[in-house]
């Protein structure tokens, strides 16, 4: 059977598809993350922050943390990550092997390893463990963009080229405007209509993206460097006429209070934002780690809100 447009350009189109965080921001994350000392340093703080490393160091430090905690499932798809930047797609995918091992319900792990088996392959292809990742992410998330590029690829070089234009067609409604992969999609069901001859151009004319949100970027670090909510004018009464150790605590306990309402409802990507840079200014360093543990895990299966709270995470120098 003659390869199709798709299966002749699946490597690089899709890569877009998986981006997640730049590579420069997941290297600071991580080597801040190996020195606590700079982990404390936020943006707002004055003191310039320290070069990003180079993609080796990365990897060599993710290697290095991994060994003292083997079950950091997030370590170990930011290694995957790493290894795919660097065209280590082998190694890529047995690093993200190990996370979904460890957190099988979050849909991106597994969509990230589905394309990392994708171009450990020949890149004409997509083999059957990749198609079982990708199916698992749509298990935990029906909207994974990576898992839903890629099924459809694996449908038009199975011959069903309608079922994959459909496929991306859908995906392209789901698109941000200015997703800057959205110009790929669109180059995709041309190049697969035209060679299977199928007529697509009033469609493309009329398919309308989703509301853009900005492209790749997100406005976690924005979030997370803007001020956070003042108190009321009742609660500026009460601190002003306490002395500063009071004053302290009670802003303490204004955080407290914050981290339980995310304990009752942690579908509030904000508010972990916020309780991150809240930690972070009462030099609660470990804290505010958990609290980015803990809202990744809250939204595990929404993908646009982890970015956001990954991001902001970068932002304050978690």
Partial sequence: MAKSAASMNIGRIALILAAVLALAAIA???YRSMNDDSAAIGPASGIESEAAPSVDEVIAGLEKKLQDNPDDAESWRMLGWSYFETGKFAESATAMKRATSLDPENAEYWSMLGEALVMASDGQQVPPDAVDAFRNALKQDAKD???RYFLAVQKDISGDHKGAINDWF???EDTPADAPYAADIRRVIGQVAEKEGI?????LARATPAAPTGGIATDGPAVATAAIPGPTREQMQAAAALPPGQQEAMIANMVEGLDKKLQANPDNANGWITLMRSRMQLGQTAQAKQALARGLAAFKN?????????EAAAALGL
């Fill in 28 to 30: 600071v994350q991580v």
């Fill in 302 to 310: 929404d993908g646009a809100e982890a970015k956001r709270i990954r």
């Fill in 199 to 203: 007529d697509v151009a009033a469609r």
């Fill in 145 to 147: 963009p990576r898992a």
């Fill in 170 to 172: 859908a995906l392209l």
